[in-house]
């Protein structure tokens, strides 16, 4: 495993959130609409009634669309889940410090200097950086 697969999980990641957010965005394009109408009950005695009509203003295309997007999503999200396992695995076999290297600044996104101020132990964001560098080098 490289550095390349633990990109991927993030980019996976926020393409999920991406397409959720698509997904958000076309199922409130669906407008909820009431109307009301006068009528009579269709067997005597004929007695004038009011009728409650509701439905979406929804087109075709958007639902289609919004169907597609879901299924899309469900099949993302478990390749995604796929590869977050597949990171999980490989990193329970590496030492404790490394993953925490991994986490600040694959995960979290965080600066090398951030990442050594987590860290601790008086390293720079040099030391941290070079550290991390061996390690993929070797893996």
């Known amino acids: 495993m490289d550095k390349k697969v633990l990109e991927d999980y993030i980019d996976a990641c926020a393409f ?5 957010a698509e997904i958000l965005k ?12 006068k009528g009579s009950n269709p067997e005597w005695p004929y007695e004038p009634r009011t009728f409650n009509l509701c439905g979406t203003t929804e087109t075709v295309e958007n639902a289609g669309r919004l169907h597609r997007e879901k299924e899309l999503l469900a099949a993302q999200k478990t390749e995604a889940e796929n590869l977050k396992l597949h990171v999980e695995e490989w990193m329970k076999d590496i030492p404790f410090r490394i993953q925490r290297i991994i986490k600040y600044k694959i995960f979290k996104e965080l600066t090398w200097e951030e990442v050594a101020a987590l860290i601790g132990r008086k390293c720079t964001g040099d030391s941290v950086k070079k550290e991390y560098q061996r390690f993929m080098k070797e893996k």
């Not at 999920?16 to 959720?20: D, L, Q, R």
């Open 16 to 20: 999920i959130k991406e397409t959720e």
């Open 26 to 37: 076309l199922e409130r394009k669906k407008k909820i609409v009431q109307d009301k109408v």
